[in-house]
């Protein structure tokens, strides 16, 4: 007879944990700082790995094909239509596309932060035209808004980043009102304030380092929308302009060799998505991290 009672269960094996390294991240996490860490190695030292100049000519070796598919070791990645080296142009585009992205987001926080902030100290009248101006930027599809801009007033680079710093600041707004209403709730920026501290002092050595963690996450999720909507937008010819180069750009000129010359296309779009999924990777693992609720 087993010594089993009626009902009783035994566990046979532990739940299965998910992998992870032996600092305690997972190993996506890891793959996707490892391949951001590379992506700004590239950047910063474009002009000493680049084999060529990225708008050099080689018309004799004009849609060369990369290693692999009968390519030679001048050209890894082969070449584009102009015998253009697409490993170089691909290096300078991961330079410039996270610029763009990294000014981008950067603008977006600062804006959106600042009128938050301003709607939850003055409240009343400017509470209410910054929540206007919140329901509207989130009414507004912004594909369309960029396109009659870049096509109304020209494109310029500055501009560019500008513009697409004007996306999404809408939910740091959000996010900076409510926890900094929350803050004075709690009472420590209210004591801060009785001592005698200005508002810049209150919100800027106070509130502001006590909800950087929220707004940390916030800019890692946003940072693949900037770099997918510059993409977008080079690819519609709207956004990086010859003889610069973008991932997005690339892309765009070579949609039109995808049967003959794939790898002019294939190359940076997938470091386009690499590099999307290694930032939401990074930014969902900061979220549950320092999110006290999973605790």
Do not use: K
């Amino acid at each position: 007879m087993s010594d089993l009672t009626a009902g009783e269960i035994v566990p046979t094996h532990a739940a299965a944990a998910p992998p992870r390294s032996r600092a305690g991240i997972p190993p996506l996490v890891l793959f996707g700082v490892g391949w951001l860490a590379l992506m700004l190695g590239i950047a910063v030292l474009a002009d000493l790995v680049s084999p060529f100049p990225y708008t050099a000519l080689d018309l004799r070796n004009r849609l060369s094909p990369p290693i692999g598919f009968g390519g030679t070791w001048l050209h890894p990645l082969g070449t584009d239509e102009l015998g253009r080296d697409v490993l170089s142009r691909l290096i300078v585009s991961i330079r410039m596309s996270l610029l763009i992205a990294f000014g981008a987001t950067v603008i977006s926080a600062v804006l959106g932060v600042t009128l938050g902030f301003l709607a939850a100290h003055f409240r009343g009248f400017v509470e209410q035209a910054v929540l206007a101006l919140v329901d509207f930027q989130a009414a507004m599809p912004f594909l369309i808004l960029a396109l009659a801009v870049l096509a109304f007033f020209g494109n310029s680079l500055t501009l560019f980043i500008c513009l697409l710093g004007l996306h999404g600041w809408e939910r740091y707004a959000r996010i900076a009102r409510g926890l900094a209403v929350s803050a004075g709730a709690q009472g420590y920026a209210g004591a801060v304030r009785q001592l005698g501290a200005s508002p810049l002092r209150v919100y800027g050595r106070h509130v502001l380092p006590n909800i950087a963690s929220t707004l940390i996450v916030s800019m890692t999720l946003a940072f693949p929308e900037i770099i997918l909507l510059e993409s977008g937008l080079s690819f519609l010819g709207l956004g990086v302009q010859p003889p610069m180069t973008s991932l997005g750009n690339m892309v765009g000129y070579g949609r039109e060799y995808l049967t003959r010359a794939p790898w002019i296309l294939l190359s940076p779009a997938t470091v386009i998505v690499l590099t999307t999924l290694s930032v939401s990777l990074i930014g969902d693992w900061l979220r549950d991290r320092l999110d006290p609720t999973l605790r």
